[in-house]
């Protein structure tokens, strides 16, 4: 891994007022849109929709603040959608709810479910934007938990069988598809830090999980090309690795950081094979025939979706298991999520992509955006400066690759609105639009307005 040099604000840099000016200086044809998720706007309550591994996990671990409201996407989805429009960016990238669609069986659909995306799709159309649709934003029915989720490869064979029924019911309705959005979120986060649902601290179960997803996607875009001619992708979260100083073990940290976090997928996808740093440790873990999964996992994908937030400062820490690392945070100006602004590891990420795995891969950043101590002035207006300077300084990185003519096609803010926000609850805000959780009413925030004037000329 070539290592950037700092260059971001700190946080005694004075703060300035930023735009989103750098807008007018792309191509025409270049997608902007806004990113969302099933579990965290729709709100499951209602609709028949089933339980998923994030009900139980909100049950024992946050004290039940789930996603049982959430935004209520459910009732206001034709605000929602308008609120897009009226913005002036051209598509939407959302996910399809597996427990909503098939609540009890994958034989059985729901027909309320069903309902719901067809009504959504209408309006996503009627309302001239570019559908981006996710089949897995995290969501796993909890049937497939109780027999071992992730964990167990047959999970890979009943998400192909749901990726089928949604090429069935929807490939006319979209052109382009993700399979899985951050697989690393699904495996690692979740079945080794123990952070995400289902709350699982264990290596073992993580390297299954982290080889089974993949091969979930694999199977998932055999099913798609099978009965539609859409392109179909999957979505990948990067993290830049600063080494914490230039000590070769700090070093040689990073780089297994780099090969479990970022690699271990990309890899995957593009090669065909895992980084043989990270397969040192987690091979042992891994089914007999996974090189021959590899095949699968490989098959060529259409497009690129890339999700990029900040970076990770590590230093060498001896463990047991051999994941010799220890994540920690600098001194640059942070996010309420207490992520830093790191803007130039995302076109690190970019040119990495383009240079060392495929020249021709169309990229998407289908998630880029942060968490803001937003709250309502006494002019009931929302004033997230900071917001818009992430932006600007990530669009700007963007810009930088497009002129080196890379071809990133889209960019999807994250996100839309307010919304559940995993294991933090509603308390993090992420949206260009604010959500009261009492009212469930919508105000715009600054940033909004901001991409509306750069979008709307």
């Known amino acids: 891994m070539i290592y950037l040099k700092v260059i971001c604000l700190t946080k005694k840099t004075p703060i300035s007022l930023h735009n989103l000016s750098v807008i007018q200086e792309f191509p025409t044809d270049f997608k902007f849109g806004v990113a969302t998720s099933s579990y965290q706007i729709e709100g499951n309550k209602n609709g028949d929709c089933g339980l998923s591994i994030w009900d139980d996990f909100a049950r024992k671990k946050l004290n039940g603040i789930d996603g049982k409201e959430a935004c209520r996407h459910l009732d206001f989805f034709k605000?929602?959608?308008?609120?897009?429009?009226?913005?002036?960016?051209?598509?939407?990238?959302?996910?399809?709810?597996?427990?909503?669609?098939?609540?009890?069986?994958?034989?059985?659909?729901?027909?309320?479910?069903?309902?719901f995306y067809n009504r959504l799709l209408d309006e996503i159309h009627k309302q001239e934007l570019e559908p981006y649709p996710t089949l897995y934003h995290w969501d796993l029915p909890i049937r497939f938990q109780d027999q071992g989720g992730w964990t167990n490869k047959d999970t890979a064979k009943y998400f192909s069988d749901f990726a089928l029924s949604i090429a069935e019911h929807f490939s006319d309705r979209y052109n382009k598809i993700a399979t899985i959005n951050e697989p690393w979120c699904v495996s690692w986060l979740s079945h080794y830090l123990g952070e995400h649902a289902p709350g699982i601290k264990d290596l073992r179960s993580a390297a299954q999980a982290m080889h089974n997803v993949l091969y979930a996607h694999g199977l998932a875009l055999t099913a798609l090309k099978s009965l539609s001619s859409s392109k179909v992708g999957i979505v990948l979260n990067n993290e830049y690795a600063s080494p914490y100083n230039e000590d070769t073990k700090n070093i040689d940290a990073a780089n297994l950081f780099d090969a479990i976090y970022n690699r271990w997928f990309s890899d995957a996808i593009f090669l065909g094979q895992y980084p043989e740093i990270a397969l040192e440790i987690l091979g042992?873990?891994?089914?007999?025939?996974?090189?021959?999964?590899?095949?699968?996992?490989?098959?060529?994908?259409?497009?690129?979706?890339?999700?990029?937030?900040?970076?990770s400062i590590i230093k060498d820490h001896k463990s047991n298991d051999g994941i010799n690392y220890k994540c920690l945070r600098g001194d640059l100006k942070k996010t309420d999520m207490d992520w830093e602004f790191y803007p130039q590891g995302l076109r690190y990420f970019i040119e990495r992509i383009h240079n060392e795995y495929n020249k021709k891969i169309p990229i998407y950043i289908t998630e880029n955006g942060m968490s803001n101590k937003d709250f309502l002035d006494k002019k009931n207006e929302i004033t997230d400066e900071d917001r818009i300077e992430y932006f600007d300084l990530h669009l700007k990185e963007v810009l930088k690759c497009l002129n080196k003519g890379i071809p990133v096609k889209g960019y999807f803010a994250w996100s839309l609105m307010d919304n559940y926000e995993w294991s933090f609850g509603y308390e993090k805000r992420f949206g260009l639009v604010?959500?009261?959780?009492?009212?469930?009413?919508?105000?715009?925030?600054?940033?909004?307005?901001?991409?509306?004037?750069?979008?709307?000329?």
Request: glycine residues 4%; aromatic residues 20%.
């Open 284 to 311: 042992k873990y891994l089914p007999p025939e996974y090189k021959e999964d590899l095949k699968v996992i490989s098959t060529p994908i259409d497009w690129l979706g890339l999700n990029y937030y900040t970076r």
């Open 434 to 457: 604010y959500v009261d959780y009492q009212s469930f009413k919508r105000i715009p925030k600054k940033s909004y307005y901001e991409f509306q004037k750069q979008l709307c000329v």
């Open 79 to 115: 605000e929602d959608i308008k609120l897009i429009k009226d913005a002036g960016f051209k598509s939407y990238r959302f996910s399809f709810s597996w427990p909503r669609l098939f609540p009890e069986k994958n034989q059985k659909l729901n027909n309320l479910g069903l309902d």
